[in-house]
């Protein structure tokens, strides 16, 4: 590992841990926190498709990125609402 990687590791975990300090987080964060808070709470509950967020990981199919994929009761309720609508007249 060069010294340059090393570097940047520990910028990383500053940064992650300056994150938590301003938003009063407890718990460690990692990289597979920070991909996965992306990947529901950003994107996907942001209409980002996931097809899209896959390939913004840099997964190669969809099938990684489902691990990430909740179903979020906000998208529940707007689907759901959208179906609603389409048979008011």
């Given at each position: 590992?060069t010294k ?5 590791r520990?910028?990383?975990?500053d940064?992650?841990?300056e994150i938590a ?5 407890k ?6 926190t ?6 529901t709470v950003?994107a996907?509950a ?7 967020v896959?390939?913004?990981l ?11 994929a ?6 529940i ?6 179906v609603e609508?389409?048979?008011?007249l």
């Amino acid at each position: 590992m060069t010294k340059d990687v090393e570097i940047h590791r520990e910028e990383m975990q500053d940064g992650k841990k300056e994150i938590a300090d301003l938003c009063g987080i407890k718990k460690n964060l990692t990289t597979h926190t920070g991909r996965h808070t992306f990947s529901t709470v950003v994107a996907l509950a942001n209409n980002v498709s996931l097809e899209n967020v896959a390939k913004m990981l840099g997964h190669t199919n969809t099938k990684m990125t489902q691990r990430y994929a909740k179903v979020l009761d906000q998208t529940i309720l707007r689907d759901m609402q959208a179906v609603e609508q389409s048979f008011n007249l």
